[in-house]
């Protein structure tokens, strides 16, 4: 499984931005999702995640009611929705998947994807 970021780019302090992940050719319906940043200088983190086995959505505390994570109705992509974008979300956003099975957040992933870059700066 091969994972592809999308969407990435410079956007100013209180924009959005829509970051896509896919996978040529395959559903990620079956695969659990999640989403991670790489931000200067500081350790990986999550962002949140969407499981495959009941749907259900995390997200990190200090990300909640900005980001949003969603499946798109073709099951052929995963979107993180992030707005109210800061200087300090600056980073490379990640998602990786693990599967195909049902699959709750919090678990390892097999499958990465190399990343799109967000910058958001005035």
């Known amino acids: 499984l091969r994972l592809v970021e999308s969407g990435g780019g410079v956007v100013q302090p209180g924009g959005s931005l829509t970051l896509s992940c896919a996978a040529s050719?395959?559903?990620?319906?079956?695969?659990?999702i999640g989403w991670f940043r790489q931000r200067p200088g500081k350790a990986q983190e999550t962002v949140g995640c969407?499981?495959?086995?009941?749907?259900?959505?995390y997200y990190a505390d200090s990300l909640k009611g900005r980001f949003t994570i969603s499946r798109d109705n073709t099951k052929y992509t995963v979107t993180l929705q992030m707005n109210n974008l800061k200087p300090e979300d600056t980073g490379v956003y990640i998602c990786?998947?693990?599967?195909?099975?049902?699959?709750?957040?919090?678990?390892?992933?097999?499958?990465w994807g190399q990343g799109a870059q967000v910058t958001v700066s005035s």
């Open positions: 969407v499981s495959s086995s009941d749907g259900s959505i």
């Open positions: 990786a998947a693990e599967g195909p099975w049902s699959q709750l957040c919090g678990g390892s992933y097999t499958y």
């Open positions: 050719g395959v559903t990620l319906e079956d695969y659990a």
